[in-house]
Each structure stands twice: as structure tokens, then as C-alpha cells.
Nanobody, 130 residues
Framework: QEKLVESGGGSVHAGGSLRLSCASS????????MAWFRQAPGKEREGISI???????????AVRDSFKDRFTVSRDSATNTLSLQMNNLEVEDTAMYYC????????????????????WGQGTQVTVSS
């Protein structure tokens, strides 16, 4: 059973930055597909990025177009920690942010719905005030 633990959420003013981390443990797979999602109150869970790995090494990362100019995703393959750097945050970014993993191959050219991913973290809250 894989365990994902997010951290780094908090409260910031608009224009500020936060860096979220997702630590993965408990399972290994030849190929994985790690992702960041977010869910605001009353809204559907929204995909932010996917990171495809093979044999523990990063293969590719894709960030959704609507986030590309402000969000950056990286993964430390040594610690299997996925990070989400969020800059110039807006009030509309207020949401619970989740890390997810599908222990299978994925293509960075595709988008994947939440039910593609088997494992989820507990989420970390990001609140942006004006």
C-alpha cells in the first residue's frame, strides 16, 4: 500500500508563493504516474499536473496550460518526493491540494481523471486572501 503525505499548505495573501510537497513511501513500481489535483469547495476535483516515472527516474512532467505561467512541478527521484511551486497566488487558488499516484504508465500528453489514480494523500489546504 503506497502512502502519500502532502505538506506545505497554508494561508498567504494574493501574490504570494507556497511550495507543496508530497512524500511517497511503501510501494515501488516500474512505472508510476504522480499527479497534483486541487478541489475548491463546491467544485470538482481539478487536475494540475502529472509526472511520469519509469524505474524510479523522471520521464516527463506536464503542467496544465491554465497553471503553466505560475506553477512549477518537480520530483526528487532520490526521495520520491513530488513538489508543487506556486507563485503569484490568486484568491481563486484557494482549495485543498492533493497528491495522487497511479502505479502504472501514463503519457504526459494526456490528461487523466481522478479515478485513474489509486492512491491519494490526505490533502493540504491552501488559502489565499486578498
Amino acid at each position: 500500500q503506497e502512502k502519500l503525505v502532502e505538506s506545505g499548505g497554508g494561508s498567504v495573501h494574493a501574490g504570494g508563493s507556497l511550495r507543496l510537497s508530497c512524500a511517497s513511501s511503501g510501494y515501488t513500481s516500474t512505472g508510476t504516474c504522480m499527479a497534483w489535483f486541487r478541489q475548491a469547495p463546491g467544485k470538482e476535483r481539478e487536475g494540475i499536473s502529472i509526472t511520469s516515472t519509469i524505474n524510479g527516474a523522471n520521464r516527463c512532467t506536464a503542467v496544465r496550460d491554465s497553471f503553466k505561467d505560475r506553477f512549477t512541478v518537480s520530483r526528487d527521484s532520490a526521495t520520491n518526493t513530488l513538489s508543487l511551486q506556486m507563485n503569484n497566488l490568486e484568491v481563486e487558488d484557494t482549495a485543498m491540494y492533493y497528491c495522487a499516484d497511479a502505479l502504472k504508465y501514463c503519457s504526459c500528453g494526456n490528461e487523466y481523471p481522478p479515478d485513474f489514480f489509486q492512491f491519494w494523500g490526505q490533502g493540504t489546504q491552501v488559502t489565499v486572501s486578498s
